[in-house]
């Protein structure tokens, strides 16, 4: 009986030399790939109106148009297959423009062409099947585990998602570094659904939440008569997870000598339970977390220094959540969606407002946090809308007091300006809900009253060059021109700020 084996993806040849296509298709046979070819642009055009979806092998020279005139076209209507240049001729004037338009490769027609196509289309489909993965995660439902589909739209978390992306079809232990509250659980989900192992089970261990002298047992488990109580053998949760991931949290919180009985499971997949002598081999992958920076914690002595390489093949650090504000609204919907289908409420409506004072927090406690404040709305309020008193005192209380943070470090006047006025008197949360006219500005409103005062008129009015590099100037000069500082508050990238200042600098010099 022959199994099939499951295909790996589509191919799409567009070539007028069928000798050509015969080659490719005889090679792609080892890629177990479903393959395609079309011999013009007349007929590549009406895989674009279907939307094909795969890897594009396409010629340059068609004998009704020109591939690489194509791609354009191609990479707006079908972003999500990676395309294949391939030319007869050794001029390579354009490789440069076809990488500029997005080309996955770009390959010549030589002896060494078909071994090209071979790697570049594995490379390819290996490319889409983790976007495949990554979408999965930002937008399928809950797993069997438990959610862990991570909301965001920030570029930080772009960069996590990607390396989740990476990482579900490894086998490496990844260490997971971040704030509490900043989502490290979810994220081992993630790494876990997003591999072959998802169909495995996955067993969280809360290292902080277990007494020490009860941890070990919990990890590898007892036999009868262990110690006192030990009544009947129990299996750990290193032996539970036996082909799937264990997750263990908190793991800067684990004592010294259980470090050293740890490190042996993670080295060798092999333990004895407590009170045992027969050896048990497991098949597991460790992922582990904490707030905690272990590095330090090997310098002093606190965590042991094989252990921490041994967990921290692969270390993915997670930013707080004040350092992807963009993330805060889909967060919220998502909590709140979450909230009313527990509660059996309906919908509040969130106004602008509210929405604005969730977006300005500074969150200390991370998404945690924010989902508890979401939570908390939705039991007590009773209204169409939400409201700001149906927010948490606490949550209130920390408005005003980052609020009076604020003014302290702009080190404001003693004199009572306008805006001062209205906020001067503002009662304590407990006594009186915060009015609308007493919340702090934000940066972005503090600048647009700045540009009123400046630009009263339509006369010499800024351009968008002159805005940005009057943003850039404000911030270098507050951080004392440290500029992998300003990048960062300014929520670009060192390599974008650097072409920022040397476009102002040949503007300049082009001027004088």
Known sequence: MTTMKQSQGKVLVVDDDSAIIEKIQFALETL???????????EFDEQIKKKFRGVILLDVRLPDGNGLTMLDKVRQELPNSPVILMTGTTKHEGVVTATLAGAFDFITKNNEFINRILISTRNALDSMQKEDRIARLTNSPAGQHGSSRIISKSPKMDEVLTDIGKL??????VLIQGASGTGKEVVAHAIHEAGPR??????????AGIPDSLLESELLGHERGAFTGAVARKIGRFEAAHGGTIFLDEIGEMSLPLQAKLLRVV???RFERLGGTQTIAVDVRVLSATNRNLADMVGEGTFREDLYYRLAVFTLNLPALAERPKDVEPLVQHFLRQAVKEEGKSEPKISPEVMALLETHPWPGN?????????HAVVVGDGEWMTIGDLPASFRRGLTEARERMKHQLNAPTSTTHDEAQTADLPAPEQQEPQESSLPATPAERLDQAL?????????????????????RLVQKRLN??????????????????RRLDGATRRRSERS
């Open 367 to 375: 998404v945690r946090q924010l989902q508890n404040v979401i939570k």
């Open 32 to 42: 177990n790939c479903d393959v395609e070819a079309v011999g013009s642009a007349t």
């Open 452 to 472: 009123e005062r400046a630009f009263p008129n339509e006369k010499n009015l800024p351009n968008i060059d002159e805005l940005e590099m009057a943003a850039i």
């Open 481 to 498: 021109n440290n500029r992998k500082r300003t990048a960062k508050v300014l929520g670009m990238s060192r390599a974008t700020l650097y």
């Open 267 to 269: 080295q060798d997949g």
């Open 168 to 173: 579900g079809g490894s086998k490496v232990s």
């Open 198 to 207: 998802r169909t495995g089970p996955f067993i969280a261990v809360n290292c």
